[in-house]
């Protein structure tokens, strides 16, 4: 029985704190490499206050299907990014997961891995979930690199699914089942 | 393709708007075929009553009207109007051009005559000449064999399999993304009009 299900190697799991992640995720939201790099949405900067509105929304309708965490270095307790499950199916098992390191000296350095290792356990020793999916636009190499460290397998490609900068991206697939995650880490 | 060709006629059906008083009760009846929900959505199967299917209509014209990334139709033949399924593009995200298409024909007397398959083809040209999209998606679990039969058909390829992302029936099926882009769509117009 792991104890510690919240802390991995380098970073450890926590609760959304809404006013310091309201102010961190406004200004992340400034950097628009790290926003396409992470969202397939239109990037736009938001404000502290409409940042603030979406999180207490989450809180408020604690839905079933969704999992959010702030990561932390286990250094300093400085706050990096998120990580969280969510679009759950319950009756199959499934999910999606998404990270987003917004602090970019933790860029590369393996703290990203170790959060989704920390959310793999969560989904598969405690969700007890089936499977855990993913999509990566295909100008991020190094996420790519990270979840194939963390186990993920290739599962395929949305053609030309996102236009950025002037030119046709693709979108990858990848996903873990719990076989694939048990036998990484018997 | 004219501007005075109509969009939404095909030979046996068109595509038109929701009936609430008279859809509400036929789609009502659907909802009782597993063979029908399974493959619309991930989430378990449960019927609705006439009531809940015209609560569902309220909302969907909410969220097309709100959101405008939503275009839902209704599936009706020509010669009596009679509703036989439905088709709708969801989650249109415009800055990218993409769309995900879905497609159900009811009742399973009017399976196999083609209907779906001409409706497929007049949302597609709907997708990409009216709200010039640049690709459209579509999901499909491994075990409904006729709707990958149909968007194969229809020129889509499997693009991505999540594998074993859905458990029915005591198993785990895998889920595949299908797509096709709209230089392919026009080249198989071409092929068609020589």
Not at chain 1, 60 to 76: G, L, Q, S, W, Y
Request: with cysteine.
């Amino acid at each position: 029985m792991n104890q510690d299900l919240f802390t991995g190697n380098l970073v450890r799991l926590t609760t959304l704190d809404i006013e310091q992640v309201s102010e961190a995720e406004s200004r992340w939201s400034r950097d628009s490499e790290y926003w396409r790099l992470q969202a397939g949405e239109t990037y736009r900067p938001y404000s502290v206050q409409a940042t603030k509105k979406l999180y207490e929304k989450y809180v408020k309708e604690d839905d079933p299907t969704m999992f959010a965490f702030i990561i932390r270095t286990i250094d300093d307790d400085r706050m990096i990014g998120e990580v969280g499950l969510d679009g759950i199916h319950w009756n199959h098992g499934d999910c999606f997961v998404g990270i987003g390191i917004g602090e970019r000296e933790f860029w590369g350095k393996g703290y990203g891995t170790d959060a989704m290792n920390v959310i793999l356990r969560y989904a598969f020793t405690e969700l007890n979930l089936w499977r855990v999916s993913l999509n990566v636009f295909e100008y991020n190499p190094r996420a790519i690199r990270s979840y194939e460290k963390a186990g993920f397998v290739h599962e395929g490609r949305v053609r030309a699914a996102l236009n950025r900068a002037g030119r046709r991206w693709d979108i990858i697939y990848m996903g873990i089942t719990c076989q694939e995650w048990q036998s990484l880490h018997s | 393709m004219e501007i005075k060709d109509p969009l939404f006629e095909g030979k046996n059906i068109r595509l038109a708007s929701i009936n609430y008083e008279k859809d509400a009760e036929i789609e009502s009846k659907w909802t009782h075929d597993p063979e029908y929900m399974r493959p619309l959505r991930p989430e378990p199967v449960r019927p609705l009553t006439p009531a809940q299917v015209k609560k569902k209509y309220e909302a969907i014209e909410k969220e097309e009207e709100e959101t405008k990334s939503l275009y839902h139709f209704t599936i009706r033949l020509c010669e009596d109007d009679r509703l036989v399924g439905i088709v709708r593009l969801d989650w249109v995200d415009w800055a990218n051009g993409n769309a995900h298409l879905t497609i159900a024909i009811g009742d399973p007397a009017d399976q196999r005559q083609g209907y779906d398959a001409e409706a497929l083809q007049l949302l597609m040209r709907y997708a990409f000449t009216e709200l010039n999209l640049y690709r459209l998606s579509a999901v499909m679990v491994e075990f409904n064999e006729a709707g990958l039969d149909l968007f194969e058909k229809a020129g889509f390829v499997e693009e991505v399999r999540r594998r074993q992302a859905q458990n029915r029936d005591g198993r785990h099926w895998d889920v595949i993304h299908l797509g096709i882009l709209r230089s392919e769509w026009e080249m198989q117009q071409r092929s068609v009009e020589i």
